[in-house]
């Protein structure tokens, strides 16, 4: 039925998502602006820059472009501190059977993460090669919602959208594979993904038949 399944990285592969979640918080309370779980789950698969406008959004000040960049560079070194620790023991439980899983089916396996450190993570996760193409931030204008990124990952692979299966854990994340015109997985909870056509609470459900 499909021809590849196109995966997102944090969330879905690996739970950097508590990484840069960690490093907002310490950037966002820096600034005297309160940070919680709740909050963090609006920037899951929006790009760095954008993360940083919706949370200074909340504080009371305005800040200058210059004084956005340095913000955003502190907030990356805090983070790549803590990916640079990552092992392949950080793949999230059932990521790596499920990568297998589509390649012994004879389908393409895609990534598609708004992430400038995406490949640094792939190469910590040692999974790099299990993917036959990858789409990250140097390749796109336009960070998730916008359908750009799984777009460009499905012409990479030489297929069609209506060919492609998209894996995602973010709400931005599941509109992009939806505007792109595929059928989208998410992974968490029916509640936040409500535009997702199947929705597994973790990828140990992670079924290809299934969809
Ligand atoms: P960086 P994904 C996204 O990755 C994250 O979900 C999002 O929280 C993060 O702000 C974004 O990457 C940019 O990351 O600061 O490393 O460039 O979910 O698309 O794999
Ligand atoms: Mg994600």
Known sequence: KYQAVIF??????????????????????????????????????????????????????????EEKLALADAKNRHYQELIATMTPQDLLPGALEALEAVRAAGLKTGLASVSKNAFTVLDRLGIRERFDTVVDAARIANSKPHPEIFLTAAAQLGLAPRDCLGVEDAVAGVASIKDAGMVAVGVGSPEVLRRADYVIPSMREFRLGDY
Do not use: C
């Open 8 to 65: 997102d990285l944090d969330g879905v592969i690996t739970d950097t998502a508590h990484y840069h979640y960690l490093a907002w918080k310490r950037l966002a309370e820096s600034q005297g602006i309160p940070f919680d779980e709740a909050f963090n789950e609006e920037l899951k698969g929006v790009d760095r820059m954008g993360s940083l406008a919706l949370i200074l959004a909340r504080g009371s000040r305005s800040y200058t472009q």
